[in-house]
């Protein structure tokens, strides 16, 4: 299935709070270039990069055959995952740390109230 990406965008602005006038000046573009991208069923990458970068989707997804794209979803996702396992494994020794310091605070504390007790004898 070949992909027209123009009527993609068409829809993307016309389901958005965005005027056309608005989106034409966020892409540096007449409304008359907007309207004739309607009717593309390609455009070049770095306009697809901005059109993707305002409506915060990518379209280059449109592109890439599905499994294709699961699998680089896959990688992303078990790699994020690992980071985020490893970010746990910092924050818990963080916290050990903290309540070590918390600790030796408190045992501090208690020694300076008892010389102060004793001092003030």
Known sequence: MAVH????????????????????DYMSMTTSNLFNIY??????????AKFSELFNTDLFEYYLPKYKLE????EEV??????L????EKLAN???TV???????????LTI?????KMLR
């Open 5 to 24: 990406i123009g009527k993609i965008i068409q829809n993307l602005v016309d389901n958005s709070d965005f005027s056309t006038q608005k989106v034409a």
């Open 39 to 48: 009717n593309r069923e390609a455009i070049d990458v770095f306009k697809l």
């Open 71 to 74: 699998r680089i979803r896959g």
């Open 78 to 83: 078990a790699k994020l995952t690992e980071e």
């Open 85 to 88: 396992s490893q970010l746990k």
């Open 94 to 96: 963080f916290e050990v």
């Open 99 to 109: 309540k070590r310091q918390d600790e030796t605070i408190e045992a501090q504390k």
């Open 113 to 117: 109230a008892l010389y102060k007790k």
